[in-house]
């Protein structure tokens, strides 16, 4: 504590909020909403994490695939605002929500990132949150397994800011691996994708009236999320070491110029490009549950979001309580790409709609315990769930959307604990 008695307290809040991507967004929102008093704290200086400054701007289906919409709540809320005053790419059938008809067509859509950064620090910023940009969360300041607050790094210096419950959605478990937190370590391969405008995209923009179809794309490194195209020979990138993170930015800068080198100069422009790694799975947290792909159509006790696969039709899961806590650790949580998923399982969780859901129950779980008392990963869970449903989030989904050929093969029992 001697350490911290040197550091000016700069106030205390109900709820810390570490970084400021959809996670950090919907943590934050769903506690204002249930009327307490947040921080959030972002190390950029826009809102969206790499749903924005990573130029990931695009929202996977949040539905079934036949035409039901799973993933609902506030990613039903920010999919609707990302597109509220910019471009979309909504299919015809969900344009005015879910259809009255079945369809093949998914509920997907792209954004401009930058469009939706502004919205949603309006959001934020109507709604009474206070948001730190360009500051860093350096330090949780622990008492046992309790988190008294974070120590700031910003332009002011170093600062300490006190919380009730600290919520860490740094997109890697920064805070929860620095309060020592065990935590669980992905992979990233090599990949990096920039905006760009061409001659030929611009010209078709114009003959559409689409602005979208300006907006084209230039790679470094092109490998996906399975690791196809990842050079042969090359380590995978952890993305918690610094050395590691800039060869990785300096080798994949290198290979955008020499992919683009041999056009046209003044063809095409790059417009922008990634100001954070665009790394999939970094660090997440070893919570008290890990979600495997086994566990798809399994009923939690605990869930506080049914999710369905991005990828495949017809694959629904839902998020365990329990993938956002430690037990013991009493007022830390995480959401987002921080949730304890394992492999697979992992990527459908962290992508947006899924981050979106577990930061809003992250934020949520947070103000209950605040006015409960209780630690945080022994949370009242009927409660919590009962408050996420009021705030249209489905909890469980319909076994009627099992698709019958599964039904026979696949374990559909509630989990009890
Ligand atoms: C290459 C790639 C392609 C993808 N494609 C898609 C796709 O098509 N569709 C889709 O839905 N998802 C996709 N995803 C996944 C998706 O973009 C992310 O998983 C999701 O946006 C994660 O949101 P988050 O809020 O959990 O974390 P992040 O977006 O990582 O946000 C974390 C925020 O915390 C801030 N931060 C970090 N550390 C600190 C600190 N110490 N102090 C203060 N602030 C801090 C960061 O600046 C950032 O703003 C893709 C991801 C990658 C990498």
Known sequence: MNFIEDIPVRGHYDLIVAGGGVAGVAAALSAQRLGKNVLLIEKSIMLGGLSTIGLINFFVPMCNGRGKLII????????RLSIRYGYDSIPEDWKNGEPVKPTLQRYCTRYSPQIFALAMTELLH???????????????????????????????????????????????????????????QGKNYFSYY????????CRLAWETKDIAKAITGRHGGNADLYGRNHPAGMPVYTGTNANEISRFVVL???????????ETRTSRDIITLPTMCQFRTIRCIDGDYCLTIGDQY????????AINDFDQRDFLYEIPYRTLVRSGFDNLITAGRCVCGD??????????????????????????????GRPIYDIDIVQLQQTLEKAKVMIHFNDSLIPEKLADDVNVESEHF
């Open 72 to 79: 609902r709540g506030m990613a039903e809320e920010l999919l």
């Open 126 to 184: 109507n709604a009474g949150i206070t948001i730190r940009f360009d500051s860093v969360v350096s330090m949780p300041v622990m008492n046992g397994l309790h988190c008294d607050g974070v120590i700031v790094e910003s332009k002011s210096g170093r600062e300490y800011f006190s919380a009730g419950v600290v919520v860490d959605a740094t997109g890697d478990a920064e805070v929860l691996y620095r309060a020592n937190v065990p935590i669980r």
């Open 194 to 201: 920039g905006h760009a405008l061409t001659l030929e995209s």
């Open 252 to 262: 994949n800068q290198c290979q955008m110029l020499d992919n683009i080198r041999t």
């Open 298 to 305: 399994r009923h939690f006790a605990d869930s506080v979001g």
């Open 343 to 372: 492999g697979y399982a992992w990527d459908v969780l962290r992508v947006i709609p899924p981050a979106i859901i577990s930061g809003q129950a992250a934020g949520t779980a947070a103000a209950l315990v605040l006015d409960s």
